[in-house]
Structures are given as C-alpha cells and as structure tokens.
C-alpha cells in the first residue's frame, strides 16, 4: 500500500523516479522496489524506523506525512 501510494503521488505531480529517488536519497531502484510493494526494499524499511526519511518523501511529494 504504501508502494502505490507513493507512485500515485509521484507520477500526479509528473515527477520522474529518478529524480524522486534523488530528492529523498534513495537509489533508484529501492524506489522502484517500494512501488512494486517489495517489502525490503529500503524505502519500506526506512519508513518504520526513520520517521525523517517519510518526513523527506512527503516533503519531495508535497505532501504532509500521514495524509492520504
């Protein structure tokens, strides 16, 4: 779910994920695996014991962490 939300996001505001990946610090393709729902990809990993790492992703999707 979280995957999905952030490729939603990502591809509304017609951001690339390369570009994505780079604004939160992320390779590319740990990005990639936490949008096809991959549940190590590091993304995923990150969101539950770095709460700055969602801050950032809501941040480069302007959006406000925890909001749907």
């Known amino acids: 779910r979280l995957g999905q939300n952030i490729r939603t996001a990502r591809l509304r505001r017609k951001i690339p994920l390369d570009e ?31 709460p700055k790492r969602v801050a950032r992703l809501a941040l480069a999707l302007h959006a406000a962490p925890g909001a749907h």
């Not at 590319?28 to 993304?43: C, M, Q």
Request: hydrophobic share 45%; no cysteine.
């Open 20 to 50: 994505l990946a780079e604004r939160i610090g992320v390779s590319r393709f740990a990005l990639a695996d936490a949008e096809r729902g991959k549940p190590t990809s590091s993304i995923v990993v990150y969101a539950g014991a770095e």
